[in-house]
Nanobody, 129 residues
């Protein structure tokens, strides 16, 4: 079973940027869609993005992050990256990556955690206003 680990979180001022990494334990990761989720204190886990495998080449974002966040995949590194720009206080939370159970393509309702199995432990992002 592939293992995922997020990194790159930290404390940043509003308007700043962070780049999160999701590193996988093996190369099979590149053949699956990958989701990014976040969970703010006292709130449910929220799906914010999904990137398909490179062979499909499609990224999806929820409205609250579209235009500010972007996902890239580096198959040679068994990794997916989440570039977060123009950060806001409401972006604060623990960020998780997860591998899709559906294979290469993101599901239409990609933000549902039901479509993902392998999850990383998360990385904390704190945006100060």
């Amino acid at each position: 079973q592939v293992q995922l680990k997020e990194s790159g979180g930290g404390l940043v001022q509003a308007g700043g940027s962070l780049r999160l990494s999701c590193a996988a334990s093996d190369h099979t990761f590149s053949g699956y869609a990958t989701g990014w989720f976040r969970q703010a204190p006292g709130k449910e886990r929220e799906g914010i993005s999904c990137t398909s495998s490179s062979s499909v080449g499609v990224n999806w974002y929820v409205g609250s992050v579209r235009g500010r966040f972007s996902v890239t995949r580096a198959n040679s590194e068994n990794a997916v990256y989440l570039q977060m720009n123009s950060l806001k206080a409401e972006d604060t939370g623990i960020y998780y990556c997860a591998r899709s159970v559906s294979g290469r393509a993101c599901e239409r309702d990609f933000s549902s955690p039901n479509h993902y199995d392998n999850w990383g432990p998360g990385t904390q992002v704190t945006v100060s206003s």
